[in-house]
Structures are given as C-alpha cells and as structure tokens.
C-alpha cells in the first residue's frame, strides 16, 4: 500500500448526501484499498425535502449500474417531465418548465427568434406548444424518449419524484454491499490535529473513536464538521431569496400522479406539490419576516389534495454556501454545503456535483492545496450560476398582491444575473457561464414565463418567409400534439411498467 494513499473515508451523517456519497466512492474506489464508514445516528433525522429531482439523477443511478425499474418500484416513484409553475407571473398565469429544447432548427438562427419573430407577426401560439414533454404533461401523459429520436422535438429527458428516504435506505443497502461499514453512534467531539488543524477523529457518545484520512460532511444544515469543526464561514444569500422557512406534509394521494411537479406562488412564499405512487408530498416555503408559522401550517393545510398523513414538519434554513466546500481534509455535501431553497429542484443535483468533483481530485494523504482551491472555485461557481437561476423566479414576478412580491420585483440583483436579463432583452440573446446547471431551454423558459421579452430577433431568422415559417410552426406543433396524445396515461404506464409491490 503506497503511503500517500487515502486508505479511511469518514462520511459524517447519512440520508440522501451521506448514502449518495458513500454509494458513490464504494464504487468508484472498488479496486481501491479504501475503507468507507459511514456514522450516523438513528436518534437524529433527516430533512428529506429532496423528493423531485433533475435529469441527472438518471446519470448518476446508471453510473452506479442501478436498474432504473428495480430504483422506481423501491423508492415509490413517479416520473417527471418538468415543473408546473402557478401564480408566479401574475396571479392566474401559468407556465411550464420542462426538461427538453423548444422546436425545430428553421435556419441559421436559434428557434426562439423565429418564435419571437412570428409573435410580431400575430402568431401567438405558447412557447410550451413547442415542446414535447411539455404538451404530454398538460396531457397527463408519459413515454420514455427513443434512443434514436425521429424528430429534434423528441428529445428530450425526464427526472424521478421519490420517497428521500427510501432511497437513502435504497443506496444504504447498495453501498453495505459494496463493504461500506455503518456506525450507528451521536458524534460529541470532533479532533483535530495539533500540527496542522486537520481532522483526525470522531469521538461517539459511547467512547468509541473513528480515525480517518478524509472526511465528508454529510451532517446538515448544522455542519458539524465544515463549520462547527473547521470553522469555515457561510456566505448569507438571503438579501436575495429571502423565504428562510418551510412545512412540509404528506396526504393521501387522491388521483392519478402527475408527471410533473408543481410551484404555486402563495402570498409569502410559494407551494410544492409532489406526487409519489403512494402519497403525495406537499410544503410551503416562506419568508418569516411576512407570515408565522401558524399561519404557515394552516394555509398548507388547507390547500392540501387529500386527508394528511404524516404532522407538519417545519424546517428553518438560510439560503447560502459555505466559503469553501473543501477545507482541508473535509469536504461538505448537500445541505452542509450550502443552501438554495426547494424550487426547482437542485439539491440532489448539487450533492452529485460536489461527489463528482470529490472524484475528479480526489487526494492524496499530501492534499495539494491547487487541487483543492479548484474543486472550491468549480463548485462555488456552480452554486452562483444556480442561484441566479432562482432569483430570477423572484425578480421578474409582476404581481404586487403582497410585500414579499412587492420586495423580490424591486431588489437589487447580481451582476452576473443583471447581465443576463439585459441581454436578452436587448436581442434575444441567451448567455451562458461556465458551470452551469440549467441548460439554455430552460433560462429561455423562465423569460418567456415572466414576460421577459427581446426588444429584437436575431436578423437571421428574417431569411425566412412569412408563409414558410407560419407552415413550419404549424407543422411543428401539430407533430408535438400527435405524439403526445400517442403516449399512455402516467398512471398507466407506471401500472403496466414499474408500480411498486
């Protein structure tokens, strides 16, 4: 065994971050003389607002070599195409952001400036009709894209609604199988180093003590490690997206699932609704400063589709990131990490980035600090990119029903987000950083949701006659329509294909 070889990872807390990252390095070191010990405590529990996903949860499940209909039955999920989003426009506007690019390539020029052109034109058809998944979720409908797509138009990706802790349970049995070692013990102390500050060991209630190389924080919003340990500072993103609290219930589901999630603005905060084979998951995200916790509960409460099953679980959170992800030998995932509230869906998203970017350097017992500053600069760039994408959800309401809308449409914004938006409103233009977590389609979706409107097409898409385009948009849509009614109702195809047992 070389001496620099990392040979005791310590993963610090379980649920989705721990069971995620253990599942991960258990396979990617399988040839590694590598021991993997994950300590949790069963007297602690796990938030678990992680129950609708992105597209890349199919990459990671497959990167593992998880049977995705095996992962579906056993975590109670349903399928999803993208989000409804209710009242965030305007009081009684709806749009939808699915997981797929709009159209068809017409000429030289992006397809959202032949859409933008044909509105001048009169021809005001919904950017939504141009999307496959998202007509086959108004529908009800669902289908798995073909491999070889006979159109632009059908391809397009689908995410997963799930039970969180089902599938912590799921990748728990995945991981043990692959030799990871579970502690079940309460952390009182964390040691460190004298010489340099490094982690050296936990110290469990019992007496007991875990030795490690590295470690990986998986412990919470409280950070037991990166921050109560380490110290390593919090940047506080409130003045940006100010709801810092949430209840979530679950009710008895009383129809066929969606294939989608929905988002309805409320007035302090906005709505979840998340449909799962068995239950239905709800919550309210808010801001403190504009509505309690009472008032909180009994408006979830009242909205809800079914009788609840579970009593409201009331979370508080700040919305942020920790100034480093990595510090020295830690490294923090999921809400240990930092923060960016439930809507759309990234924190699962988030943790698998920080477990890969953990993989891409991973150490050596030396730990190059070039390494690490670069793996800090990668994921602190993506958290920033992800953030705009919200704020954005917030700045470009124009509803002023109730102060928190009022607030979020006059604030000030990041620069980087202030340059996108001027863009697109001068030309059309959809700029993108590196790093990024949501492709162009969906950055195009949210403008044109809010009525972010270009002042100016692409000059472009001009070399197209009025008669051709109005043709070919017609084609489209009707294409896009055919195919959707052609898919099966959702339930059904979760009845025929994967319902759980």
């Not at 190389?213 to 100010?242: M, N, Y």
């Not at 409460?301 to 679980?313: A, F, I, M, Q, V």
Request: glycine share 6%.
């Amino acid at each position: 065994m070389s001496e620099r070889q990392i040979n005791r990872v310590v993963i610090v807390g379980g649920g989705t971050a721990g069971w995620m990252a253990a599942a991960a390095l258990a396979h990617a070191l399988k040839n590694k003389d590598v021991q993997i010990t994950v300590v949790e405590s069963s007297d602690i529990g796990t938030i678990g607002v992680g129950e609708a996903t992105l597209p890349t949860i199919r990459a990671f499940n497959q990167a593992l070599g998880i049977d995705e209909i095996d992962f579906i039955r056993k975590t109670q999920a349903t399928f999803k195409l993208g989000i409804q989003f209710v009242d965030w426009c305007t009081a009684g506007r709806t749009f939808f952001h699915p997981f797929a690019p709009y159209g068809v390539r017409i000429n030289a020029a992006e397809f959202h400036h032949h859409w933008v052109k044909a509105r001048t034109l009169g021809l005001e058809a919904p950017l939504e009709d141009y999307s496959l998944p998202a007509v086959m979720a108004r529908l009800g409908r669902f289908a798995q894209p073909a491999l070889k797509p006979v159109a632009p138009f059908a391809n397009y990706a689908y995410a997963f609604h799930f039970d969180a802790g089902l599938y912590a349970e799921y990748l728990k049995g995945y991981a043990t199988s692959w030799g990871v070692r579970r502690i079940d013990g309460r952390i009182v102390e964390v040691r460190l180093r004298s010489s340099d500050g490094f982690l050296e060991s936990l110290v469990l209630a019992d007496g007991a003590f875990i030795d490690g190389d590295l470690f990986v924080d998986c412990s919470g919003f409280r950070g037991l490690v990166i921050e109560q340990a380490l110290k390593t500072g919090f940047d506080d993103w409130t003045h940006w997206l100010p709801c810092d609290r949430a209840v979530a219930i679950a009710c008895k589901r009383t129809s066929d699932p969606t294939p989608y999630t929905r988002a309805t603005a409320l007035e302090a905060g906005w709505q979840w609704r998340i449909p799962l084979q068995h239950r239905t998951g709800n919550g309210y995200v808010y801001c403190s400063r504009f509505t309690d916790d009472e008032r909180a509960v009994e408006l979830l409460c009242s909205r809800l589709d079914g009788e609840p099953l579970t009593n409201p679980n009331l979370i508080r959170f700040t919305t942020g990131v920790r100034k480093r992800f990595w510090n020295r030998n830690c490294v923090a995932l999921g809400l240990a990490s930092g923060f960016i509230e439930p809507l759309e869906s990234t924190s699962i998203a988030l943790i698998q980035s920080g477990i890969s970017k953990l993989l891409t350097f991973f150490p050596e017992r030396r730990f190059e600090p070039e390494d690490i500053e670069e793996a800090n600069r990668l994921m602190r760039e993506e958290y920033e990119r992800t953030r705009d994408f919200i704020i954005l959800h917030y700045k470009a309401t124009r509803r002023t029903d109730t102060v928190l809308w009022r607030m979020c449409s006059a604030m000030s914004i990041p620069d980087t987000l202030a340059h996108k938006i001027a863009l697109f409103r001068n030309r059309g233009h959809i700029a993108m950083y590196a790093e990024e977590s949501f492709e162009p389609a969906s950055w195009l979706t949210m403008y044109a949701g809010f009525d972010v409107m270009p002042q100016r097409y692409d000059l472009r898409a001009d070399e197209v006659d009025r008669r051709v385009l109005e043709a070919t948009l017609a084609n489209v849509r009707a294409a896009i329509r055919a195919a959707a009614e052609s898919a099966m109702p959702h339930g059904a195809f979760i009845a025929r294909h994967c319902a759980a047992g």
